[in-house]
């Protein structure tokens, strides 16, 4: 519908720390663009955050308050006035969707503030959630019943901290391929690269860690 919102400019992919969003919420993409085309207005629209794969129970979907986005209880405010109100159930919380009524203070201006401050965290307290993926997508409907596109996000969660490699495996096969005949396989295992250094930089030992190999 050329009349409905319009959202754009959302980052495909997404590289998030795992101890960084067990730390507490962080945002996903503030560049969004945003526009009311028909200028219907957002009373009774929502803003509608929601997993499109890989989601946990222990992922926590927010708005993150800062600059004029604040969020007192339930409701969502932006320059201290309340344009919406997080659903009771659809909260976010714990693998839920992040679902936010719209009222008729809700412009474009204040959506697109919002959806900047859209944020992702993990309740988990170890390293089980290390190279997983999220897909969330971003739906904004407004008071016309027009709506945006669909969209989303895919983050990748990496070990460690942002600014901080704390590990480093390196030295691999040149061009990270090994080719084994069909002979040596059937033989029994064969061990896929002798040369692999690990670094420790932090000199943390390795008690509760894991080693995980994808295929």
């Not at 009774?44 to 969020?71: C, K, M, N, W």
């Not at 690990?198 to 080693?211: K, P, R, S, T």
């Amino acid at each position: 519908d050329p009349l409905s919102p319009a959202m754009s400019e959302l980052a495909e992919n997404i590289d998030l720390y795992v101890g960084d969003v067990q730390a507490g919420p962080v945002l996903l993409d503030d560049g969004i663009a945003f526009e009311d085309i028909d200028g219907a207005g957002f009373d009774g629209g929502q803003i509608r955050i929601f997993y499109t794969a890989g989601a946990h129970a222990e992922d926590q979907l927010s708005i993150l308050a800062s600059g004029p986005v604040t969020v007192v209880g339930s409701e969502v405010r932006v320059g201290g006035t309340a344009i919406g109100t997080i659903d009771g159930t659809e909260d976010g919380v714990d693998g839920a969707a992040l679902v936010i009524a719209l009222n008729a203070n809700a412009d474009a201006e204040a959506v697109r503030q919002v959806l900047e401050r859209v944020a992702f965290g993990s309740d988990t307290a170890d390293g089980s959630i290390n190279y997983t993926y999220r897909g969330i997508g971003y739906l904004v409907r407004d008071g016309a019943g027009g709506q945006t596109e669909p969209d989303g996000v895919r983050i990748y969660l990496r070990p460690g901290t942002s600014g901080a490699e704390t590990r480093s495996i390196n030295d691999w096969t040149p061009g990270d391929a090994a080719y084994f005949s069909e002979t040596e396989l059937q033989a029994g295992p064969v061990r896929l690269d002798a040369d692999v250094d690990l670094d420790g930089f932090d000199g943390d030992a390795f008690d509760g860690g894991y080693l995980r190999v994808n295929p």
